[in-house]
């Protein structure tokens, strides 16, 4: 049964979603705030958070890219519950380190469904096999990656895409193909939150040199390839 935190320091909203989730068959936690989320992060580790972006104190905003650069551990996945709904508000919510957002006012149902296809691509069975490029290593069973045996640690989404891309080297895909094979076809994406994601994982590679790796095809979409 996945456990889910929900971080939102209006009670009512709490309890609105945690029945919600209870009904679905889910486990959940609450915190009124980014220290309550973080002690029950260290001591429980759910696999998800249903985070606020406004909370007293520390916004929701901040402790998603606080969750993103510790490197101590791999982030749970997050999904950033919004009263913005601007797209610069989205894409600075999914470049903090969220994999998904839902503005406010939102319905139930809708927030089922990206809850469920959150966690099905973050926690999708994988081949077994190790794949590697040069140095770089990919573990799917464990979901180790690593570059001349240093471990490298990836957000959920990121993990994702760079297992796909390792999967299926030399091939382009354009953004509306990664949505389909990587997110899911139930997915609901924009094709600007794939760039956003890339982004990331490119973020994550260029201290050791890797992030060359993902190219971009202009006019087509990315590849993964050790070419030039």
């Known amino acids: 049964m996945p456990l889910i935190l929900v971080v939102d320091d209006e009670p009512a909203i ?26 029950i992060i260290v001591s429980r580790k759910p696999d998800l ?12 905003f901040e402790f998603a890219r606080q969750l ?6 791999p982030p749970p996945p997050v999904i950033m519950l919004t009263a913005r709904d601007q797209e610069a508000d989205k894409v600075a919510a999914l470049e903090a380190g969220a994999d998904d957002y839902v503005s406010k006012p939102f319905s139930v149902s809708e927030l089922l469904a990206r809850i469920k296809a959150v966690l099905r691509r973050t926690t999708r069975d994988t081949d077994s096999d190790i794949l590697a490029s040069g140095t770089l290593r990919l573990d799917p069973t464990s979901h180790r990656v690593s570059i001349n045996d240093t471990p490298l640690e990836l957000a959920p989404m990121e993990f994702q895409l760079l297992l796909f891309f390792m999967t299926y080297p030399e091939r382009v895909y354009s953004r509306q193909q990664l949505i389909d094979r990587v997110w899911g076809t139930s ?3 924009e094709e600007r939150t794939v760039d956003v994601h ?3 994982l490119r973020m994550a590679l260029e201290p050791t040199g890797h992030d060359h790796l993902i190219q971009t095809v202009r006019g087509t979409g990315y590849r993964f390839s050790t070419h030039d």
């Open 49 to 60: 958070i249903l985070l606020d972006w406004m909370l007293p104190g520390q916004s929701g």
């Open 14 to 39: 709490r309890e609105m979603v945690g029945m919600a989730l209870i009904r679905a068959g889910y486990e959940i936690l609450e915190a009124g705030s980014t220290l309550e989320a973080r002690e």
């Open 198 to 200: 890339i982004r990331r």
């Open 187 to 189: 997915a609901w994406v």
């Open 68 to 73: 993103q650069n510790d490197k101590s551990h």
